[in-house]
């Protein structure tokens, strides 16, 4: 017999992560300051006793996040995203907890700005 992994939590079927998504809106410009996006992992079910950890990672070494705890008998936990000057995109952060991954593309709107211009304003009807 081949036993991976066993881990006993009373009965309880043990908590796995179900989805991470970003909360802050990314429809928005980049900007010339480091920024902050803030993100939510969910579980299957509520953290045991001491809480579960949510290991989290960013393929472009340049976004930081760092790893979460979801508190006991809770079912979600929020982190940081953040992002430096200039910064536009993609990014895909990986999470993993429970023995589940699972992977999240962000980036931001990229804006073009134009400047024209406007010299005949009071030609306007």
């Not at 299957?44 to 508190?71: H, I, Q």
């Amino acid at each position: 017999m081949s036993v991976r992994q066993f881990v006993a939590y009373a009965g309880m079927p043990r908590p796995r992560l179900s989805s991470v998504r970003v909360l802050t809106s990314t429809n928005r410009c980049q900007s010339s300051d480091p920024s902050e996006l803030v993100g939510e992992v969910t579980l299957s079910s509520p953290a045991p006793t001491g809480g579960a950890l949510v290991e989290l990672m960013s393929v472009d070494a340049s976004v930081g996040v760092l790893n979460v705890r979801v508190p006991e008998a809770q079912r979600t936990a929020r982190f940081a995203m953040r992002l430096p000057p200039g910064w536009s995109g993609p990014t895909v952060i990986q999470a993993s907890s429970g023995g589940v991954n699972q992977t999240l593309r962000v980036a931001l709107q990229r804006c073009v700005l134009i400047v024209f211009p406007f010299k005949y304003w009071f030609t306007l009807p």
